[in-house]
């Protein structure tokens, strides 16, 4: 309760015995939903990975190409060479 | 990443010559960009091809992610990037303006399968709604590759700016479109 971990008094007996059942099952099931959460990102990063991969291949290549070509880059924009 | 998709030791050497090369020449060392000009024509013809191959694995790799066994969509979703490479490389494509399309290409597909789970997880329903970190990391990914495609567009069209002003370097590769 606003960021507290809250105690609450139920009770003995049966009673708190099923309410302490149901949360331990609350409990588990979160748990699971998490795990199948974090699965699935795992899951999604890896599907990018590649395309990552490739950007940076890319980007490898295209600055090379502008070098040979002549070209600098100067504060993120690329310049030709006065002399190239 | 599956195997195949792995950078052979070979091609990884070649970019992190090209890379290093390029860092020297950008620092303004003329030998090294001398280096990096017989680099670029010896070697990046077969540097862009294999990465034009990768490319167009993950791409596969994608589409039947995105089709979840629907053939319809197997079909139809190469077909609509074969339209669009196409459409973007447009006619006599230069082996690094066919390898910014592929990448182009390669990010919109990852978008597009991003949408596809993102509906699906606003339709699961209240009772199987998904938490809020989870939510924000899914969007924090889909973020990046729309940073990362919106910056392919404008790679591409600064490439095509700059090589119609530059006698440009003669790399004879053949990338197959289709």
């Known amino acids: 309760m606003n960021g507290k971990v809250v105690r609450e008094y139920i009770g003995g007996g049966e009673l708190a015995r099923i309410v302490s059942e149901g949360d331990a099952t609350r409990r588990a099931l979160r748990k699971v939903e998490r795990q199948q959460e974090r699965t699935e990102l795992e899951r999604l990063e890896a599907l990018a990975a590649p395309v990552g991969e490739l950007c940076e291949v890319t980007m490898i290549l295209t600055r090379a190409h502008l070098l040979a070509g002549g070209y600098h880059e100067h504060k993120g924009e690329w310049r030709r060479e006065r002399r190239a | ?178």
């Open chain 2, 1 to 178: 990443m599956s195997a195949e998709l792995e950078l052979s030791a070979d091609f990884q050497e070649r970019l992190t010559e090209l890379s290093n090369l390029s860092q020297k020449a950008q620092a303004g060392d003329k030998a090294a960009r001398r280096e990096l000009r017989k680099a670029v024509r010896s070697s990046s013809g077969e540097v862009i091809a294999r990465a034009s191959d990768l490319a167009k694995m993950g791409q596969r790799v994608l589409i039947k992610t995105a089709a979840t066994n629907n053939p319809l969509l197997e079909e139809a979703l190469p077909a609509r990037l074969d339209l669009m490479r196409e459409e973007i490389a447009g006619e006599n494509p230069t082996p690094l303006e066919a390898l910014l399309t592929e990448q182009i290409v390669s990010l919109w597909m990852l978008l597009q399968l991003h949408e596809v789970l993102h509906s699906a997880q606003y339709k699961r329903g209240s009772e199987h709604q998904v938490s809020p970190s989870f939510m924000l990391q899914m969007v924090k990914i889909q973020e990046s590759a729309h940073r990362r495609f919106l910056a392919s567009v404008q790679t591409l069209a600064r490439v095509r700016k700059l090589q119609a002003n530059t006698p440009g370097i003669q790399v004879n590769t053949q990338i197959n479109l289709r």
